[in-house]
């Protein structure tokens, strides 16, 4: 199976390529050139997720040369809980927040690090991973990494302007993860990361990739537990199940709507938005216009650019196509608030801020089934969701023996200079 950027129809490359180059030399990302045709009596109600997204998953890599290890890469990656929530006769909660960081972007960073940390080893190579983050992403992607000695990974986030909590999960790593604090914002951070890829230093010293959320490895386990969710449900006798996820880049929906591609039994999928309306507006108004991204309490979903929103685009390559398939609602920090207030009285079930937008979109729709995906443990935003409901959240053991690590971190200038001095240290 070959792969394409979604701006021009070559090169194909396999599905390694995609992997390790991450982005395509034009600009676009990787998509499948053609979906698999799926066998679905391969898939069996007593399959564990891990089983299930090995079998969906080896046909995606068929003929690459990682073809074969794709059954140890899910039983490594997908070690933790999958749990879907019945919370009456037509409401269901995705909970893909049971991994290690306690957040779905667990799924996409684990078998991502898998399959990079195996391509380095097959190179005889060491890759050097450089990520900026804000918060989320960096904590997914430091835990994923650490000990693959194959690779090694180098974490950028804007010192003070991060909580505390999430500082402590960006900092609590050592062997092979360097956290590395920037005087300066996330944005430096970023330009600090793009700028690597195009300075000699780094070109000469390292293997330098990045793993931040455009990698087609982190959309495939993306769709993999959509494709699960459906299947199951459908096995268990429940009529096919329209879906609401919470969107900022669209990596997870995408991940929904490439499910559905396949043939499995999404009835329709639903992208609420935070305070961020850009997929709003677009679909109102027909033409796409980014904007600076908006502070919200949802804040994993401040996104006014979204990524991949092209891969979507390229799915559906019609205005028809795009309008008949794809539905956006935005909600406001207030109704998150109110939200998260109405579901814990209702069902007695705590949610986070993103999770609320889903819950509060899904009241506004058709009384047929639905299944919201939960992005994040609740946990993880105590500071918003405590004082709603007026109780202390009890941290799951996962993140108390993260919390109690001890810290590293090396602290430097926004420049160039002082990255480059800290990681010649550190080698
Ligand atoms: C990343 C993230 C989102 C947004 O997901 P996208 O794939 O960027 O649309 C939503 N909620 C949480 C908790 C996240 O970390």
């Given at each position: 199976?070959?792969?394409?950027?979604?701006?021009?129809?070559?090169?194909?490359?396999?599905?390694?390529?995609?992997?390790?180059?991450?982005?395509?030399?034009?600009?676009?990302?990787?998509?499948?050139?053609?979906?698999?045709?799926?066998?679905?009596?391969?898939?069996?109600?007593?399959?564990?997720?891990?089983?299930?997204?090995?079998?969906?998953?080896?046909?995606?890599?068929?003929?690459?040369?990682?073809?074969?290890?794709?059954?140890?890469?899910?039983?490594?990656?997908?070690?933790?809980?999958?749990?879907?929530?019945?919370?009456?006769?037509?409401?269901?909660?995705?909970?893909?927040?049971?991994?290690?960081?306690?957040?779905?972007?667990?799924?996409?960073?684990?078998?991502?690090?898998?399959?990079?940390?195996?391509?380095?080893?097959?190179?005889?190579?060491?890759?050097?991973?450089?990520?900026?983050?804000?918060?989320?992403?960096?904590?997914?992607?430091?835990?994923?990494?650490?000990?693959?000695?194959?690779?090694?990974?180098?974490?950028?986030?804007?010192?003070?302007?991060?909580?505390?909590?999430?500082?402590?999960?960006?900092?609590?790593?050592?062997?092979?993860?360097?956290?590395?604090?920037?005087?300066?914002?996330?944005?430096?951070?970023?330009?600090?990361?793009?700028?690597?890829?195009?300075?000699?230093?780094?070109?000469?010293?390292?293997?330098?990739?990045?793993?931040?959320?455009?990698?087609?490895?982190?959309?495939?386990?993306?769709?993999?537990?959509?494709?699960?969710?459906?299947?199951?449900?459908?096995?268990?006798?429940?009529?096919?199940?329209?879906?609401?996820?919470?969107?900022?880049?669209?990596?997870?929906?995408?991940?929904?709507?490439?499910?559905?591609?396949?043939?499995?039994?999404?009835?329709?999928?639903?992208?609420?938005?935070?305070?961020?309306?850009?997929?709003?507006?677009?679909?109102?108004?027909?033409?796409?216009?980014?904007?600076?991204?908006?502070?919200?309490?949802?804040?994993?979903?401040?996104?006014?650019?979204?990524?991949?929103?092209?891969?979507?685009?390229?799915?559906?390559?019609?205005?028809?196509?795009?309008?008949?398939?794809?539905?956006?609602?935005?909600?406001?920090?207030?109704?998150?608030?109110?939200?998260?207030?109405?579901?814990?009285?209702?069902?007695?079930?705590?949610?986070?801020?993103?999770?609320?937008?889903?819950?509060?979109?899904?009241?506004?729709?058709?009384?047929?089934?639905?299944?919201?995906a939960s992005t994040a443990d609740p946990v993880k935003f105590d500071s918003i969701v405590e004082p709603i409901i007026g109780k202390t959240l009890s941290l799951p053991k996962k993140l108390k023996e993260l919390l109690d690590k001890p810290t590293q971190c090396v602290e430097i200038d926004n420049s160039m200079d002082a990255l480059i001095d800290v990681v010649t240290a550190w080698n």
């Amino acid at each position: 199976m070959k792969y394409i950027s979604t701006r021009s129809k070559e090169p194909k490359i396999s599905l390694s390529e995609a992997i390790r180059l991450g982005l395509a030399k034009d600009g676009g990302l990787f998509v499948p050139e053609q979906f698999p045709t799926i066998d679905f009596s391969e898939f069996t109600k007593e399959d564990s997720f891990a089983d299930f997204t090995a079998k969906l998953l080896t046909s995606f890599f068929k003929d690459d040369s990682l073809e074969e290890s794709v059954s140890q890469f899910c039983a490594s990656a997908f070690d933790f809980p999958f749990e879907i929530r019945a919370l009456d006769n037509n409401t269901w909660c995705l909970e893909l927040f049971h991994g290690p960081t306690l957040a779905f972007k667990d799924f996409g960073a684990r078998f991502l690090a898998e399959c990079l940390n195996e391509i380095a080893r097959r190179q005889n190579r060491i890759f050097t991973i450089l990520v900026a983050t804000s918060g989320d992403t960096g904590s997914a992607v430091a835990s994923a990494f650490h000990n693959k000695m194959n690779t090694r990974a180098i974490i950028l986030f804007p010192r003070g302007r991060i909580s505390k909590r999430q500082e402590k999960q960006l900092t609590c790593w050592d062997n092979n993860i360097l956290s590395v604090s920037v005087d300066g914002r996330f944005d430096d951070c970023q330009l600090l990361v793009k700028s690597a890829f195009d300075h000699a230093w780094w070109q000469e010293q390292v293997t330098l990739t990045t793993a931040n959320s455009i990698n087609v490895a982190r959309l495939l386990p993306q769709m993999a537990y959509y494709a699960y969710t459906s299947f199951m449900m459908k096995s268990q006798g429940t009529m096919p199940c329209g879906f609401v996820v919470p969107s900022g880049n669209f990596g997870n929906a995408t991940g929904a709507y490439w499910a559905k591609a396949l043939g499995f039994p999404l009835r329709e999928i639903v992208m609420p938005t935070n305070a961020n309306r850009v997929l709003f507006d677009y679909l109102n108004t027909g033409t796409f216009e980014a904007r600076q991204s908006i502070a919200t309490l949802a804040n994993a979903m401040d996104v006014g650019r979204p990524s991949n929103l092209e891969r979507i685009d390229h799915l559906f390559p019609s205005w028809e196509l795009l309008q008949e398939n794809v539905a956006s609602y935005f909600v406001s920090d207030d109704t998150i608030k109110s939200t998260i207030e109405q579901v814990y009285k209702e069902y007695e079930y705590v949610i986070c801020p993103h999770t609320a937008t889903g819950f509060h979109v899904k009241k506004g729709l058709a009384d047929l089934p639905w299944v919201i995906a939960s992005t994040a443990d609740p946990v993880k935003f105590d500071s918003i969701v405590e004082p709603i409901i007026g109780k202390t959240l009890s941290l799951p053991k996962k993140l108390k023996e993260l919390l109690d690590k001890p810290t590293q971190c090396v602290e430097i200038d926004n420049s160039m200079d002082a990255l480059i001095d800290v990681v010649t240290a550190w080698n």
